[in-house]
């Protein structure tokens, strides 16, 4: 600095009170605002929170979480981000998260592995987080996993809902849905292409499927395993098309029956004329497709909001190692995918 020259006053960054003052409201319920803190009205969090961003306001997390014991940050691991019930599921976290006044630190794991996932989770624990939420976690068990003990963890992985609260899809009912739709379309039997067999969604809907065909007295196709991918349905309709008995195929993903359908039509093989076809997660393009896919839609926005509402109640309370199950409701969405079986492919 120039000799001479006194250096000023340090200016002073925007603050609670500006905040408060620009939304109207009191200095104490910005401070819950910041703190994702329950009891602010909606309309009242948006005001604050529009304000914080005009002004450029910004909480330090550091004197936060000494002054009320919180970073206001939540981490989640998931799998593969390239499957689409893990990212429909992480979507709807953040929009939860984001409405309580959190933020989230996200770490992919790449390979279902059990020394990777223990890796993610020692690096998500040491940072500042307050609570865990597990989407996917492979074949890794509690015990692998290795998290600290007073860590509020939450999961949405049927793998862990006996060590942990769980928010989980209905994919029993979902694939009873979809099974038991094309049998009383007049179908004998139901073909399936699977998910990856390291996945828990995807264990679950076999099982489902193979227990909704013997319960109907029928004898179930052997699987086509797949792994989620439009590839695995693409393969998979080469060999359906092949076999003329094959009149209805339930997928474990939209994906698969994307790939499918492409398959299906390259062989010469209508949907649903020869064909019926369903799928599972219900993404925006199913509607789209040709035909539009008939598919299993989960409610993921109540996923995430259930994950978010579990995880602060820990936060909040305290870790309680209370074992509790919250069970997503799915929905049948019919579409043009599905009809009644012809008499030629009977």
């Known amino acids: 600095m120039a000799a001479g020259k006194k250096r000023g006053p340090k200016k002073r960054g925007p ?52 002054r009320v014991g919180k970073f206001g940050t939540i981490g989640l691991i998931a799998q593969q981000f390239d499957r689409t019930g893990e990212i429909l599921t992480t979507a709807s976290v953040i929009r939860a998260a984001e409405s309580l006044g959190y933020s989230i630190s996200i770490i992919q794991v790449s ?90 969604p995807a264990l679950d809907r076999l099982e489902a499927w193979q227990n909704c065909l013997v319960e109907a007295g029928i004898v179930p196709f052997a699987a086509w395993r797949g792994d989620w991918t439009a590839r695995s349905g693409y393969e998979a309709g080469k060999f359906i098309a092949k076999h003329p008995e094959i009149t209805a195929v339930y997928c474990a993903n939209d994906e698969t029956a994307f790939g499918l359908l492409r398959s299906l039509q390259e062989e010469g093989v209508k949907v649903p004329q020869d064909v019926s076809v369903v799928g599972f997660d219900s993404i925006a393009l199913s509607e789209y497709s040709f035909p539009p896919l008939t598919t ?21 309370n305290g870790r309680q190692h209370q074992i509790d199950r919250t069970v997503v409701a799915t929905e049948l969405v019919v579409r043009g995918s599905t009809a009644p079986p012809p008499n030629a492919r009977r």
């Open 296 to 316: 299993v839609k989960p409610d993921y926005d109540a996923m995430g909001r259930q994950l978010m509402q579990r995880l602060v109640h820990e936060i909040e």
């Open 15 to 66: 603050s609670i009170a500006d905040v408060a003052k620009l939304a109207g409201v009191s200095a104490q319920t910005v401070s819950r605002v910041s703190t994702g803190h329950e009891r602010v009205l909606p309309e009242t969090r948006k005001k604050v929170l529009a304000a914080m961003h005009e002004i450029g306001y910004s909480p330090n997390s550091a004197a936060r979480a000494l």
């Open 111 to 200: 390979n279902p592995n059990v020394d990777e996932l223990q890796l993610a989770s020692s690096r998500l624990s040491q940072q500042a987080i307050d609570g865990l939420i597990v989407v996917r976690a492979g074949l890794a068990s509690a015990a692998s996993l290795a998290l600290p003990d007073h860590l509020p963890v939450v999961v949405s992985d049927s793998h862990l809902w006996e060590d942990f609260p769980s928010v989980i899809v209905d994919q029993a009912k979902g694939t009873r849905d979809a099974v038991n739709h094309l049998l009383s379309l007049g179908h004998k039997n139901v073909y399936h292409v699977t998910g990856d067999p390291d996945s828990a």
